[in-house]
Nanobody, 123 residues
Framework: QVQLVESGGGLVQAGGSLRLSCAAS????????MGWFRQAPGKEREFVAN????????HYADSVKGRFTISRDNAKNTVLLQMNSLKPEDTAVYYC????????????????WGQGTQVTVSS
C-alpha cells in the first residue's frame, strides 16, 4: 500500500514557475514508476510526465516537453515536477500516481493516486 500526497500548487502568472511535490509513504516506493497527470474542468485526465523507478528514464507529454522536469529522490520518498514557462492552458488539478507500469501514459497502469493539487495560471 502506498499513500501519495501532493503539494506546491497555487496561482501563478503566465510565464511563471511552480514546483509540485509528491510525498509517498510505504517501503516499496523505490520499486514503482511515478507519474504526473492533470485534469482540467470538463476534460479527461491526461498524462504529463513519468519517471522510472531509478530515475534513469523520463517521459513527457508533447505539450510540456522542454518546460517541465520530473525528478525523484528515493531516499526521501519524493517525486517533484518543476514547471517553468507556465501557460494558461496548464491550469488543472495535478495528480501524482505510482505503479509498475508498462504504458506510462495510461491512467489505468497506475495503482495508487494522490488527492491532487490545483494549479492555476493567469494570463
Amino acid at each position: 500500500q502506498v499513500q501519495l500526497v501532493e503539494s506546491g500548487g497555487g496561482l501563478v502568472q503566465a510565464g511563471g514557475s511552480l514546483r509540485l511535490s509528491c510525498a509517498a509513504s510505504g517501503r516499496t516506493f523505490s520499486s514503482y514508476a511515478m507519474g504526473w497527470f492533470r485534469q482540467a474542468p470538463g476534460k479527461e485526465r491526461e498524462f504529463v510526465a513519468n519517471i522510472n523507478w531509478s530515475g534513469s528514464s523520463t517521459h513527457y507529454a508533447d505539450s510540456v516537453k522542454g518546460r517541465f522536469t520530473i525528478s525523484r529522490d528515493n531516499a526521501k520518498n519524493t517525486v517533484l515536477l518543476q514547471m517553468n514557462s507556465l501557460k494558461p492552458e496548464d491550469t488543472a488539478v495535478y495528480y501524482c500516481a505510482c505503479g509498475r507500469v508498462t504504458y506510462y501514459f495510461r491512467t489505468g497502469e497506475y495503482d495508487y493516486w494522490g488527492q491532487g493539487t490545483q494549479v492555476t495560471v493567469s494570463s
